[in-house]
């Protein structure tokens, strides 16, 4: 499945640099923001590539379209391994979890001389 996100530009780039740029907190909110998104989008793919709308998925694991709506929203927290798993049975695929390390946070450049 291809994604839909933009890759990185040079525009993309300076403005990661200047608003998160080497500091910790601000590194730790964008890779949790880009974790939230790929789930979203995975989930967003998956389905289309089943050839399903929300609805029909939602039929197919017992809930409401609204509910795969807030699945696929990069902002929902409330995913649950049950429904998560439901969803992966439903469009025929397989649902793995797994722990990878974290990237290593960038050290802070001066800047001038």
Do not use: C, W
């Not at 197919?60 to 709506?69: N, V």
């Amino acid at each position: 499945m291809k994604s839909s996100l933009p890759t990185r530009t040079p525009t993309v780039t300076s403005l990661h640099r200047r608003y998160v740029g080497s500091d910790p907190a601000r590194q730790a909110d964008y890779a949790d923001a880009v974790r939230d998104i790929a789930l979203g989008e995975k989930l967003f793919q998956a389905r289309e590539a089943a050839g399903l709308t929300q609805a029909a998925l939602a039929r197919k694991i017992g809930t409401q379209p609204s509910a795969i709506s807030r699945l696929e929203d990069a902002d929902y927290d409330g995913h649950s391994m049950d429904t998560l798993r439901r969803v992966a049975d439903a469009l025929g695929l397989m649902l793995i979890v797994d722990f990878v390390n974290k990237p290593a946070p960038t050290k802070p450049r001066r800047l001038g001389k």
